[in-house]
């Protein structure tokens, strides 16, 4: 079973910029895929971003494409998303997700398992 736990999230202006870091322990971290979800209030959990294990691909929600930027450090067990220009409506609570399955690449697989941290940016 493996547990994630996010960190990271705050209040910032619209235009600034926040790192997320998400802490992985459990099982053996460098195989699986990660990725970020986030859920607005009101709203629905939305797919962010996604690494592979090695991260040397990756996937972004349009809403996010070249403004975040996810990336891992497998000998720290941890997975980042850095976030720049920031808008109010990506105000939400940020979840950390991995794949059950190791060596697989597909953002629709992975699950939430984090409790998430709160990103309120404001106008």
């Known amino acids: 079973q493996v547990q994630l736990v996010e960190s990271g999230g705050g209040l910032v202006q619209a235009g600034g910029s926040l790192r997320l870091s998400c802490a992985a322990s459990?099982?053996?971290?460098?195989?699986?895929?990660m990725g970020w979800f986030r859920q607005a209030p009101g709203k629905e959990r939305e797919f962010v971003a996604a690494?592979?294990?090695?991260?040397?691909?990756?996937y972004y929600a349009d809403s996010v494409k070249g403004r975040f930027t996810i990336s891992r450090d497998n000998a720290k067990n941890t997975v980042y998303l850095q976030m720049n220009s920031l808008k109010p409506e990506d105000t939400a609570v940020y979840y950390c997700?991995?794949?059950?399955?190791?060596?697989?690449?597909?953002?629709?697989?992975?699950?939430?398992w984090g409790q998430g941290t709160l990103v309120t940016v404001s106008s």
């Open positions: 459990g099982r053996t971290f460098s195989i699986y895929a």
């Open positions: 997700a991995a794949d059950r399955v190791p060596n697989r690449f597909d953002y629709r697989y992975l699950e939430v």
């Open positions: 690494i592979s294990w090695s991260g040397g691909r990756t």
